[in-house]
């Protein structure tokens, strides 16, 4: 059992990933609070809003040591979200600081199923990430 940077890369990979799937547990929660009207869309979305760049932030790391270190199959099952983080920043609603979220429109129906949708499925995809990576981490521990 020796320790490399594949190792190394999927021990991070993994601790990063638990705070993304904390990231998408709060997006659900916040977007069904709104949806039961238990808080402001002002409020909520001051509280999403600075979240969104540090979560895209360390996806885009992770994936980055993945490169680094020659792990393809764990950078390709990556790079479709990659690219729907930057496809949805760069079509975020017009708005003077970082973030995503406007609070005037994000209470329509539209908007709010489907910021619920999409957390549902980042929240999905980050645990079906973290079971790879715990997999990947080990296997990459047994095998040198």
Known sequence: MAFNFTAFTYIVALIGDAFLIFFAIF?????????????????????????????????FFLNLLFLFCG????????????????????????????GL???????????LSRNLREGWIKLAVYLISFFY???GMVYSLIST
């Open 27 to 59: 997006h659900v929660i916040a977007f069904d609070e709104l949806k039961t009207d238990y808080k402001n869309p002002i409020d909520q979305c001051n509280s999403l809003n600075p979240l969104v760049l540090p979560e895209y932030f360390l996806h």
């Open 71 to 98: 792990e393809w199959y764990s950078l390709c099952l990556n790079i479709p979200l990659i690219a729907y983080h930057i496809w949805r920043y760069k079509n975020r609603p017009l708005m003077s600081g970082p």
């Open 101 to 111: 979220y406007d609070p005037t429109t994000v209470l329509k129906t539209d908007t």
């Open 133 to 135: 990576y715990i997999y």
